[in-house]
């Protein structure tokens, strides 16, 4: 069995493949694209990081950072909800995951998508809570500042390899479901389309890693300042 033909055959025609994969591209896919160049505001500093990463105000006493009710709508409906629909999707997937007849390169992006997924799954747990839940408790502002965040990738290595790993897995995932999207939509149903998306698949996974591990890298840089409390 073909490589093109493996993919194609349980996936297209369904809504729920359809619905999964549109939401794994926009928004989610374009949001993470963003997200991810925003965080190369690292290499400028503080004041430039903070004004794309959080809300702000400029006080009397200086910067605050402020909860914006219509950006949390926003990212909830944009962001939250789709991803939610997308994880349930594809927790329904890897229940349903078996051998099959791929070469050796489409047997392997098929493994890796899986075990990606699941390591994302941790990622943006440890992320959300890190960057929101737990400053949200613990700290006035509601954000993890750019110090605690740039010291922390600096001097604590857990925080660092779990961010190049969580960064190398999701754009690793979104490029490679952007090539398997064009399967289940009929876009790659010749074997000249299937080259060219599988081009443009690495390219975009190549981009989208320069860039986040360009972003880990700012914040690396940015911590050599910071002092670790004890």
Same mark, same amino acid.
Do not use: D, K, N
């Given at each position: 069995m073909s490589e093109a033909l493996a993919q194609?055959?349980?996936?297209? #025609? $369904? /809504?729920?493949?359809? *619905? $999964?994969?549109? %939401?794994?591209?926009?928004? %989610? @896919?374009?949001?993470?694209?963003?997200? %991810?160049?925003?965080n190369l505001y690292a290499w400028r500093g503080d004041a430039a990081w903070s004004e794309r990463a959080v809300d702000t105000v400029v006080t009397a006493e200086g910067r605050a950072y402020v909860g914006n009710p219509l950006s949390a709508a926003l990212v909830s409906a944009v962001v939250f909800a789709p991803l939610l629909i997308h994880v349930a999707w594809g927790l329904r997937r890897l229940s349903m995951a078996k051998p099959n007849g791929y070469r050796f390169f489409g047997n392997a992006k098929y493994v890796l998508?899986? *075990?990606?997924?699941? $390591? %994302?799954? $941790? /990622?943006?747990? +440890?992320?959300?809570?890190?960057a929101r839940i737990g400053p949200g408790l613990h700290s006035p502002t509601g954000h993890e500042s750019f110090e605690d965040l740039a010291g922390h990738m600096r001097h604590h290595l857990p925080t660092l390899v779990v961010y190049l790993l969580g960064v190398l897995g999701t754009t690793f995932h979104l490029a490679n479901g952007v090539y398997t999207a064009s399967f289940i939509h009929g876009i790659a149903a010749s074997?000249?389309?299937?080259?060219?998306?599988? +081009?443009?698949? &690495?390219? *975009? /996974?190549?981009?989208?890693? #320069?860039? #986040?591990? @360009?972003?880990?890298? @700012?914040?690396? &840089?940015? #911590?050599?300042p910071y002092i670790p409390p004890g």
């Open positions: 194609t055959t349980p996936t297209r #025609g $369904g /809504f729920l493949p359809r *619905l $999964g994969s549109v %939401l794994a591209i926009a928004p %989610l @896919g374009v949001w993470v694209a963003w997200h %991810l160049w925003e998508q899986r *075990l990606s997924a699941l $390591g %994302l799954l $941790g /990622f943006i747990a +440890a992320h959300v809570y890190l074997p000249r389309a299937q080259r060219r998306m599988q +081009a443009v698949s &690495v390219a *975009l /996974f190549v981009v989208l890693l #320069g860039v #986040g591990w @360009g972003a880990v890298a @700012g914040l690396y &840089v940015a #911590g050599a």
